[in-house]
């Protein structure tokens, strides 16, 4: 009972700090700003769960987080640090826009959003392909050319909507819409189109993927120590490319979602940097699947607020992501500290 | 066309100096131990507050300062999450990255709503003379003032590292910390006031960048300049002279790239080149071989017994 209860506090009591930790930061941040703190606290949690309009946009920001954190924290447990997730969604919307375009009206509607789905996981995969293979075959390190990768694909975002797909009546450059047959369905009753579902199905499934399956147990042998696991007879080169592979795929659907579910366009900087957050979200609910969940809600939550805190009080939206990283940062010091002796200067 | 070459070798200089700067500053860092993935993020603040602090005191010192001072604050919490309370140092500086990124973004909001800052960027020092000597001339002889300084730093960094006693702490302190604290040296603290150094490398970087090269501060400024100068760190082989070279290497890209988008082209041809710097960089991180290892003791926290 000991046990269990200190593991427990060993577990929540860096939340806790974290949750400390980013309201004295919210604090500082709107005092300085000579704003009433208070009031920003009310205008927060409004926005984010206050009506039924805030409470979906929430689960909207919910569903991309938590596309890009299980991407991120899948390639971590299998060894490969896949830090392109940002690249590899702008990669997943480009394929499935221009996938939505090329196909138009001719196919249904289950059809042509099923394409555009193949068509944003091949294009994930196409973003990894490089790194993956320079891994395998160079042992170059990953983290580098995942990267780099992020800053070439909004360029190619760019030219697509400034040029060859670019919507003439609008004065702002954006894409020409993707036909109607194109746009995820939404779940009845609400305003919410399934790629929200579909990010949950996705989580769950590599949470199933990693407990309850033999490759499951491949991955993680392979994460934690390639040597024994090669030992062991597992092949390490083929779990690293179905780690990445996955991985990227993943991270693409973030991509698809946000074009064929939430805005319908390719925008340039139509990412407000989902691949970054889900790699903070994935630390903040420590590698695990349920973690990542209610960590992705909390991080949704202070998006919307964040949202209404500019609208309301003129605060930029960075707030929201000062906050989170702020809270995570907290929150590993504090596992890192808990854990270990802390050496001294 | 020699016109065209000399302007791209010449303009790849002020080009190739914050990555080497920026590099310098990673590379005491890892020799000692600790690398610092943030540098991007640090780079970003930098680059605007030193912008913003030029723009209203109209002192281009001061703004500099300024930036090295970001680079101090950025490096002090750092190095207290990694050295002191040894946190693991991918994730710290990923999370620094993505925390530099956003505090930017946060203040430049702020002051565009009351300016937009822009500074005259600095001019090239022209060294008489020589200057007037064909293609060398114009390269290596008329630079603005950052070029030179980095170029000296490069050398100072060559013979601290090599040439002193501290130098062989730092290095060995990456290597083998052990038997630097058998030495009877205090090995976090070592790696504590490196990464602080650092760090403010880096802000002088990211001041270069804004004050000195093109007077504005815009989101995306740097635009991977920090990631690119730690994989210059890794393909020179953490030495400071290689260092020069593959910063340079990287410079050269951007310069190319900068020097095509001058020529006549549509929308594609312009985001294409755009791309190009990116893609070089790819190659020239086919050139870290395999094998290569780094300091020994890099990424790994020490403890005292």
């Not at chain 1, 309009?53 to 991407?71: E, G, H, K, P, R």
Request: hydrophobic share 55%; glycine share 10%.
């Amino acid at each position: 009972m000991k046990r269990i209860k200190k593991s427990l506090i060993q577990t929540c009591l860096p939340y806790g700090i974290g949750l400390v930790a980013s309201i004295v930061i919210f604090l500082l941040i709107l005092t300085s700003l000579k704003l009433d703190p208070v009031a920003g606290l009310k205008y927060l949690i409004i926005s984010s769960l206050g009506d039924s309009f805030s409470i979906q946009q929430t689960f909207i920001y919910m569903s991309m987080l938590v596309l890009a954190s299980t991407a991120f924290l899948i390639s971590i447990k299998g060894g490969f640090i896949n830090i392109g997730i940002e690249g590899q969604l702008h990669l997943g919307a480009i394929l499935a826009y221009t996938t939505s375009i090329l196909i138009g009206e001719r196919l249904s509607s289950f059809l042509t959003i099923f394409a555009a789905f193949t068509a944003s996981v091949v294009g994930g995969i196409l973003w990894i392909i490089i790194p993956l293979i320079l891994r395998i075959m160079l042992k170059v390190n990953e983290v580098f050319v995942t990267m780099i990768l992020n800053f070439i694909a909004p360029l190619i975002v760019s030219w697509m909507v400034t040029g060859p797909f670019r919507d003439p009546r609008m004065a702002h450059p954006q894409s020409i819409p993707i036909p109607v047959l194109a746009q995820l369905p939404l779940i009845p009753g609400t305003r919410l189109h399934v790629g929200v579902l579909l990010s949950f199905v996705v989580c769950f499934f590599t949470w199933f993927l990693l407990q309850k399956t033999t490759w499951g147990m491949y991955i993680k042998a392979v994460g934690s120590n390639p040597v024994a696991a090669r030992a062991m007879g597992i092949d390490v080169e083929k779990t690293t490319v179905m780690v990445s592979l996955l991985s990227a795929s993943i991270a693409s659907l973030a991509g698809f979602i946000e074009i064929n579910g939430n805005s319908h366009v390719l925008m340039e900087r139509f990412s407000i940097g989902w691949g970054y957050l889900g790699i903070a979200v994935a630390i903040l609910g420590n590698l695990n699947p349920l973690g990542v969940l209610l960590a992705s809600l909390f991080y949704a939550m202070l998006i919307s607020g964040g949202r209404g805190l500019e609208i309301k009080l003129g605060v930029p939206i960075e707030i929201a992501f000062i906050l989170q990283v702020a809270m995570v940062l907290a929150v590993v010091i504090a596992r890192s500290w808990f854990s270990e002796k802390v050496s001294k200067l | 066309m020699i016109d065209t070459i000399t302007s791209i070798l010449s303009s790849s200089l002020p080009l190739m100096a914050p990555i080497l700067i920026a590099g310098l500053g990673e590379l005491i860092a890892e020799r000692a131990g600790v690398i610092n993935l943030g540098v991007e993020g640090i780079m970003s603040v930098s680059s605007l507050i030193a912008l913003v602090v030029t723009y209203f005191s109209g002192d281009y010192a001061l703004g500099f300062l300024s930036g090295i001072g970001v680079g101090a604050v950025f490096g002090l919490a750092y190095a207290f999450i990694v050295v002191t309370i040894a946190v693991n140092q991918l994730i710290a500086g990923l999370l620094f990255f993505i925390f530099g990124q956003n505090i930017a973004s946060f203040i430049y909001r702020l002051v565009i709503k009351y300016q937009v800052p822009s500074v005259n960027p600095l001019p090239n020092v022209e060294i008489p003379v020589v200057k007037e000597l064909p293609i060398i001339g114009r390269v290596f002889f008329s630079q603005p003032l950052y070029v030179y300084v980095s170029l000296f730093l490069v050398f100072v960094i060559r013979v601290v590292l090599h040439k002193t006693s501290w130098g062989l702490a730092i290095r060995s302190a990456g290597e083998n910390p052990e038997a630097v604290a058998a030495a009877g040296i205090n090995v976090n603290l070592l790696r504590f006031i490196c990464v602080v150094v650092g760090s403010m490398f880096a802000g002088f970087a990211g001041a270069v960048i804004s004050v000195g090269y093109i007077g504005l501060y815009q989101t995306g400024l740097i635009a991977g300049r920090g990631w690119l100068a730690i994989i210059a760190v890794i393909v020179a082989g953490w030495n400071p002279i290689n260092l020069l070279l593959s910063s340079w290497v990287l410079g050269l890209g951007f310069s190319t790239a900068a020097s095509l988008l001058t020529l006549r082209g549509g929308i594609a041809q312009y985001y294409f080149y755009l791309t190009l710097p990116y893609v070089f960089s790819l190659f020239v991180v086919l050139l870290i071989p395999g094998r290569r290892r780094g300091p020994a003791a890099l990424t790994v926290p020490y403890k005292r017994r």
